[in-house]
């Protein structure tokens, strides 16, 4: 049986998966900067800061800034590497390979970092979310030639 915390964690990850298909909705339909205003005001909300703050970090400094300044829970950070993948998503789409590959390698280290320190999984499996990041970042280097 689920305690309530697993309960709400898994009712959020419900919640997200529907935002993340209407930020995909929109993504599809063209509209590359209405999806990431969608994206940076879900990040506003939950963590207080853009997506654009852990872009510009330097990747070394990344998880010290997320965890220790900011205080960003595993489930906040694994939602926080979640939005950089679909913004990641629509500058691949819009042909904005750099801006790409700066999501996902910043969504890849949140992920890696994530797996170290883990008690117990989330449901969202993490080797396949890192993949997605790898093969996202191989495809752009293979764009960029």
């Known amino acids: 049986m689920m305690n309530e915390e697993q309960e709400?964690?898994?009712k959020l990850i419900s919640e997200f998966k529907k935002v993340q298909q209407s930020i995909k909705k929109v993504m599809e339909g063209g509209y590359y900067n209405e999806a990431i205003q969608i994206i940076n005001d879900i990040s506003r909300d939950s963590f207080d800061f853009d997506v654009s703050v852990p872009l510009n970090m330097p990747l070394e400094d990344l998880m010290i800034l997320l965890e220790d300044h900011r205080q960003l829970t595993p489930f906040q950070l694994n939602v926080l590497a979640e939005l950089?993948?679909?913004e990641g998503d629509v500058h691949f789409v819009s042909h904005k390979y750099q801006e790409s590959k700066d999501c996902y390698e910043k969504a890849l280290r949140i992920f890696y970092h994530l797996d170290e320190r883990m008690e117990e999984p989330f449901s969202i499996?993490?080797?396949?979310?890192?993949?997605?990041?790898?093969?996202m970042i191989q495809r752009i280097i293979t764009q960029e030639k």
């Open 125 to 135: 499996d993490l080797m396949d979310r890192m993949n997605t990041c790898m093969e």
């Open 84 to 86: 950089l993948m679909l």
């Open 8 to 10: 709400l964690t898994k």
